[in-house]
């Protein structure tokens, strides 16, 4: 079996290789243009690397142009595609919301119009975020609710789905869409939450809490780990496998854990074994499209047979102490 992982060197995808080598045996064609996000040192980092590389592929390519004969030949036919490249950080989405159109809107509409041409093409899995639902201020999103995009890195990942479930009505390309909430994990970006805070404490650095605007409630949001995440996408993947395409359908990829801010900074500090300082800030009001809570709801995996393999403490304890191992010599 043959995979076409797009944006396999960025944080989520290059955990999605590592998982691939150690429990499929498949190959794997990563397709990524080594942007800020894409770092090959990710790969290299990785213990089954030098065992398995063999197995891996790498095409350079950026999506926001057609794929050309040339790299689909170098791509060659394949079995599964999991799209995960994108641009995904909000705030750049806010300063730059056209180049996230064309990385997230235009960019997976050439891989779709590529992907028609794939006769052996077993699965498509649309990889999106649970920021489509918007807001939640109680309750969970399910995989249907209406989209209620708040700002344009969401908004185009809302685009991206429908346009996936266009594909598979009108050129029946065997696509379904996951929803996952915030994925963290060793090798990612500092510019993120967890790998930002562990950072600011073991610095002594004060930690921004986004909150609302009186100041008494942290941000809410779920999260998982990478491994987890490439866990769901395997059981999706096998599921089909087993029991043949039924049509466009979607999936809410759900760790076990609902987390404020600011808890998870304290959680963070007690692994560090620091002290916490922190400010409350209203992000919201100076920077519109940062929600306060985002929820999702998992049952339908559940249902279907999938469980996490690793808790979230376990996930969060690793991830600190890597990072504190790592911080001097990662990004």
Request: proline content about 3%; overall charge neutral.
């Amino acid at each position: 079996m043959k995979l076409l992982l797009t944006g396999g060197m960025g944080f989520v995808g290059h955990h999605l290789v590592e998982g691939a080598l150690k429990n499929t045996n498949w190959d794997i064609i990563i397709l990524d243009r080594l942007d800020t996000s894409g770092n090959p040192n990710r790969l290299e980092d990785i213990q089954i690397w030098e065992k398995e590389k063999n197995r891996v592929k790498f095409v350079w390519w950026d999506l926001k142009s057609e794929l050309n004969d040339e790299v689909s030949h170098e791509i060659g036919k394949v079995d599964y595609i999991w799209h995960v490249a994108a641009s995904s950080h909000v705030d750049r989405s806010i300063e730059d919301p056209l180049g996230f159109v064309l990385d997230n809107v235009v960019g997976t509409t050439n891989l779709l119009n590529w992907a028609r041409g794939q006769e052996k093409l077993r699965l498509f899995i649309n990889f999106s975020t649970d920021e489509v639902f918007g807001p939640v201020e109680c309750g969970k999103s399910k995989e249907y609710d209406h989209h209620h995009p708040k700002n344009p890195y969401a908004a185009t990942k809302s685009a991206q789905e429908a346009l996936g479930e266009a594909f598979q009505n009108c050129y029946k390309l065997p696509i379904i869409t996951t929803h996952t909430m915030n994925v963290f994990g060793e090798r990612q970006h500092p510019e993120k939450f967890i790998p930002s805070t562990i950072r600011k404490i073991l610095n002594d650095e004060t930690v921004i809490i986004h909150s609302n605007p009186a100041k008494t409630k942290a941000a809410i949001r779920s999260y998982i780990h990478a491994r987890n995440v490439f866990n769901a996408l395997l059981f999706l993947t096998r599921e089909f496998e087993m029991n043949g395409y039924r049509g466009y359908d979607e999936y809410n990829i759900v760790g076990e854990v609902e987390i404020d801010a600011l808890t998870l900074a304290l959680k963070i500090a007690q692994i560090c074994n620091k002290k916490l300082n922190y400010e409350m800030v209203d992000f919201h009001s100076s920077r519109p499209g940062h929600d306060l809570r985002y929820a999702l709801d998992g049952s339908k995996l559940k249902r279907m047979g999938w469980k996490l393999p690793k808790t979230f403490n376990q996930s969060l304890t690793k991830t600190v102490m890597w990072e504190i191992d790592r911080k001097d010599t990662w990004l």
